[in-house]
C-alpha cells in the first residue's frame, strides 16, 4: 500500500514537471514580452515579469510593418476561409447527400490530396504564380492557400451534413416547404456549428501559414504576419535582437490562434486520427 | 474542453444518406420522375466542380509542370531565356549519385525516423502518465501540451530561438549554471547540434498531437480485461505489452504515419534556424534544399526532380493511412 501511494506521488510530480516544460516556451514568451530591455540583456534571466509593462507591445503595434503585415494576413485569411468553406461545403454535400459514379474516387483523391506537402510543391507554383503575375498578390496566395485547405474542409464538413438526418428535410418538404426552403430553414441552421469549426480550421492553417507564403509573397511590403515575424530572427543572426519586442509581436500572432484552437481542437484531430480511437 | 473529443466527426455509416440511390429525388413519386432521376445524377457532379477546378488548377497543373520540369535541364543559359533542354532521368540520377544531393537526402530520412519514433515513444509514455496520474493532474498535463501544441509555429520559432540564443539564451544561462563551458557557445554553428536542436524543436511541437491522440485510444482499453488479466497474474509490462499496446494498435501506426509524413516536409523549423545562424548548405533538408535550387539559383530541373521524389515517397506513406481512413467510410 505504502509503495503505491510513493509511486502515484513520483508519476504526479512528473507529470507536473513535464507539464512545465510543454508549457514554458509559451510562459517564456509571454514573461519576455512584459519585460524592459535592460531585464533582458543581463546576464541573469529574469523568471517573473514583475515590474513589467506593456511597452513592447506599444512599440509593436505602432510599427508600420506590423500594420501592414496584419492587413495582408486577414485579408488573405479571410478571402481563403470565405473562399474554402463555400467550395467545401458544396463538395460535402455532393459526397454526403449524393451516391454518384466517381464518388469514391473523388473521397480518395481528396485524401491523398490533403496529405501533400506544400514543401514538394512551392517551386512549381512559385513558377505558375510568377507567370501569371500572382506573386506578392493577396488573391494569388489564397488561391493556394484555398486549394491547400479545401480537401481537409470537405472531409470536415461532409460528418457534419451526413449529420443532419435527410429526413429531417423531408418531413419539412411533406409539410409543403420546397426543397430549397426545408435546406435553408432546417438543414443550414443545424450546420452551423459545423461550418464555424471547418472555418477555424480554415483560418488557423491560412493564419500561420510560413513555407508557401515565404515562396509567394517576396516583396517586403507583401509579407504576412509569419513572414514579418521571421525577419526579427534574421535581424538576430547578425546583430543584437530587442528581444521584448520580438516576444511581444510572437504573443499578439500567437494569442488569437490559441483561443481559436482551443475551440476546435477535437474536432480537427478526431478528423485526422478518424475512426482509429473509436470505441 | 481538456479531454480531446474522439468521436465527432466520424459519422455512423447507417444514418444520413445510407443507402444506395440518388438522395436529390423529388419525394412526389407522380412528378416527372425521368427528369428528377437526370437531375438527381447531374447535381452531385456539379456540387463537385468548384473542388475540382480549383484543386487542378492550384495543385494538379503544378504538379504536371514539375514532373514535365523534372526531366530538363535547367543551367546558365536558360537564365538568359533559352528553353530548357530535356535531359531525361539525369535529374533522378544525380539524386542518388550526387554526394551532395544524396547527403540531403540521406539526412532528411534520418531526421524524419528519428523524429518521428521519439515523438511517438515520448507521446506514448505521457498517454500512459495521464492515465496513471489523478485527474487534476491529468488536465494540468494535458492543458500544457494543448498550449504547445496551439502555438503559431513561426511564433514558437522565435521563443526556441531565443532560448538557444548564443548571447542572453536561456539554454546557455542554465547549462553554465550546472558546469557546462557553454557560455557563448552557438549551438547552431554546427550541422549535429544544430539538428538536436530542431529536433528538439519538432518533437515538443508535434508531442501533444501524438500524446492526446493515443490517450483517447487508450481510454477506450476496457478495464475488465485489464483486471482479469491483473487476476490472472499479469505485470504491468506484461498487460502493456499484450493487451494495450495490441489493442491500441490502429491509433499508434496512424499517429507514427502521419509524424513520418510530417517530419519528411519539415521546413519552417529549418528554414527559421537557418535563418538565426544555421550553416545553409551543411543544414539543408529536402525542403531547404528545393527552396534554395529553385528561388535562390535558379536550377528548377534538380529541385523539381527532388520534389517528385519527396511527393512520391508521402504518396506511398499516404496510401496505407488514407486507405485505413477509407475503411471507416464504406
Redesign the interface.
Known amino acids: 500500500m505504502r509503495a503505491k501511494t510513493v509511486r502515484?506521488g513520483l508519476?504526479?510530480a512528473?507529470?507536473?514537471v513535464?507539464?512545465?516544460a510543454?508549457?514554458f516556451?509559451?510562459y517564456?514568451?509571454v514573461n519576455?514580452s512584459l519585460l524592459p530591455n535592460v531585464a533582458?540583456?543581463s546576464?541573469?534571466?529574469t523568471f517573473l515579469p514583475f515590474g513589467g509593462s506593456f511597452d513592447n507591445f506599444r512599440a509593436v503595434i505602432s510599427d508600420p510593418g506590423f500594420l501592414s503585415a496584419i492587413g495582408i494576413s486577414l485579408a488573405v485569411t479571410l478571402t481563403t476561409v470565405a473562399a474554402a468553406l463555400?467550395?467545401?461545403f458544396?463538395?460535402a454535400?455532393?459526397?454526403?447527400?449524393?451516391?454518384?459514379r466517381g464518388?469514391?474516387s473523388?473521397?480518395?483523391?481528396?485524401?491523398?490530396?490533403q496529405?501533400?506537402?506544400?514543401?514538394?510543391?512551392?517551386?512549381?507554383?512559385?513558377?505558375?504564380m510568377s507567370s501569371l503575375g500572382l506573386l506578392n498578390n493577396v488573391i494569388g496566395l489564397a488561391?493556394?492557400y484555398?486549394?491547400?485547405v479545401?480537401?481537409f474542409t470537405?472531409?470536415?464538413l461532409?460528418?457534419?451534413?451526413?449529420?443532419?438526418?435527410?429526413e429531417l428535410e423531408?418531413a419539412a418538404?411533406?409539410d409543403g416547404l420546397s426543397?430549397t426552403q426545408a435546406f435553408l430553414r432546417i438543414t443550414f441552421p443545424l450546420l452551423a456549428p459545423g461550418l464555424v469549426a471547418s472555418g477555424v480550421y480554415a483560418f488557423l492553417q491560412a493564419?500561420?501559414e510560413?513555407?508557401v507564403a515565404?515562396?509567394v509573397m517576396t516583396e517586403q511590403q507583401a509579407r504576412t504576419?509569419?513572414l514579418w515575424?521571421?525577419g526579427?530572427?534574421?535581424a538576430?543572426?547578425t546583430r543584437?535582437?530587442d528581444?521584448g519586442q520580438?516576444?511581444a509581436?510572437?504573443?499578439l500572432?500567437?494569442v488569437p490562434?490559441?483561443i481559436f484552437?482551443?475551440v476546435v481542437?477535437?474536432?480537427m484531430?478526431?478528423?485526422?486520427?478518424?475512426?482509429?480511437?473509436?470505441? | 474542453?481538456s479531454a480531446?473529443?474522439?468521436?465527432?466527426?466520424?459519422?455512423e455509416p447507417a444514418?444520413?444518406?445510407g443507402s444506395?440511390?440518388?438522395?436529390?429525388e423529388?419525394?412526389a413519386p407522380a412528378a416527372l420522375p425521368a427528369r428528377a432521376k437526370r437531375r438527381?445524377?447531374r447535381?452531385?457532379?456539379l456540387?463537385?466542380v468548384?473542388?475540382l477546378a480549383?484543386?487542378v488548377?492550384?495543385?494538379g497543373?503544378?504538379?504536371c509542370?514539375?514532373l514535365a520540369?523534372s526531366f530538363k535541364h535547367f543551367g546558365m543559359l536558360q537564365q538568359f531565356g533559352q528553353p530548357p533542354e530535356w535531359v531525361g532521368l539525369d535529374n533522378y540520377k544525380a539524386i542518388v549519385t550526387d554526394p551532395d544531393l544524396w547527403a540531403v537526402v540521406a539526412r532528411s530520412i534520418a531526421f524524419c525516423l528519428v523524429s518521428a519514433l521519439t515523438t511517438v515513444a515520448i507521446g506514448g509514455g505521457?498517454a500512459l502518465?495521464?492515465q496513471?496520474?489523478?485527474r487534476v493532474?491529468?488536465i494540468?498535463?494535458q492543458?500544457?501540451?494543448?498550449?504547445?501544441?496551439?502555438?503559431?509555429?513561426?511564433?514558437?520559432?522565435?521563443?526556441?530561438?531565443?532560448?538557444v540564443?548564443w548571447?542572453?539564451g536561456?539554454l546557455n544561462?542554465l547549462l553554465v549554471r550546472l558546469g557546462v563551458d557553454a557560455e557563448g557557445h552557438n549551438w547552431l554553428a554546427e550541422p549535429l547540434s544544430f539538428f538536436v536542436v530542431a529536433a528538439v524543436i519538432v518533437v515538443?511541437m508535434s508531442?501533444?498531437?501524438v500524446a492526446?491522440?493515443i490517450y483517447?485510444?487508450l481510454t477506450?482499453v476496457s478495464t475488465e480485461v485489464l483486471e482479469a488479466a491483473q487476476i490472472d497474474g499479469a505485470g504491468g509490462w506484461q498487460r502493456l505489452r499484450y493487451i494495450i499496446v495490441p489493442l491500441i494498435a490502429?491509433?499508434l501506426s496512424?499517429?507514427l504515419l502521419?509524424q513520418l509524413?510530417w517530419d519528411?516536409?519539415v521546413?519552417?523549423q529549418i528554414?527559421?534556424l537557418q535563418?538565426?545562424?544555421g550553416v545553409a548548405n551543411e543544414t539543408d533538408l529536402?525542403?531547404t534544399f528545393?527552396?534554395r535550387?529553385?528561388?535562390g539559383a535558379g536550377d528548377?530541373g534538380t529541385?523539381?526532380a527532388v520534389?517528385?521524389f519527396?511527393?512520391a515517397l508521402?504518396?506511398a506513406l499516404?496510401?496505407y493511412?488514407?486507405r485505413?481512413?477509407?475503411?471507416?467510410?464504406?
Not at chain 2, 480531446?4 to 459519422?11: E, G, K, R, S, W
Open positions: 502515484t508519476l504526479t512528473l507529470a507536473i513535464l507539464a512545465l510543454w508549457a516556451p509559451v517564456w514568451m519576455s533582458l540583456q546576464t541573469t534571466p463555400f467550395i467545401a458544396l463538395g454535400l455532393a459526397i454526403s447527400r449524393f451516391r454518384f464518388r469514391r473523388f473521397i480518395l483523391a481528396l485524401l491523398l490530396i496529405m501533400l506537402p506544400a514543401e514538394g510543391l512551392f517551386i512549381a507554383q512559385y513558377k505558375m488561391i493556394l484555398t486549394a491547400a479545401v480537401p470537405v472531409w470536415m461532409r460528418g457534419f451534413v451526413a449529420g443532419v438526418p435527410v423531408e418538404m411533406v426543397r493564419w500561420n510560413f513555407t515565404l515562396v504576419l509569419p515575424l521571421r526579427f530572427v534574421q538576430s543572426a543584437e535582437t528581444w520580438v516576444m509581436a510572437s504573443t500572432v500567437a490562434v490559441i484552437f482551443l481542437q477535437g474536432r484531430s478526431s478528423g485526422l486520427v478518424g475512426g482509429a480511437v473509436k470505441g | 474542453m480531446p473529443q474522439p468521436v465527432i466527426v466520424t459519422d444514418t444520413g444518406s444506395g440511390g440518388p438522395r436529390a423529388s419525394p438527381g445524377r447535381v452531385p457532379l456540387l463537385i468548384p473542388t480549383l484543386l488548377v492550384a495543385l497543373y503544378p504538379v509542370w514539375q520540369t505521457l502518465l495521464m496513471a496520474v489523478g493532474t491529468r494540468i498535463l492543458l500544457a501540451l494543448l498550449l504547445a501544441w496551439a502555438m503559431p509555429v513561426v511564433a514558437s520559432m522565435t521563443v526556441w530561438v531565443w532560448l540564443d548571447r542572453r536561456l544561462w515538443w508531442v501533444p498531437f492526446l491522440s483517447a485510444g477506450q490502429p491509433v496512424i499517429v502521419l509524413i519528411l516536409r521546413f519552417t528554414k527559421i535563418d538565426a545562424g529536402l525542403g528545393v527552396y535550387l529553385g528561388t528548377f529541385a523539381s520534389s517528385v519527396m511527393l508521402t504518396v499516404s496510401w493511412y488514407v485505413s481512413i477509407m475503411k471507416e467510410e464504406s
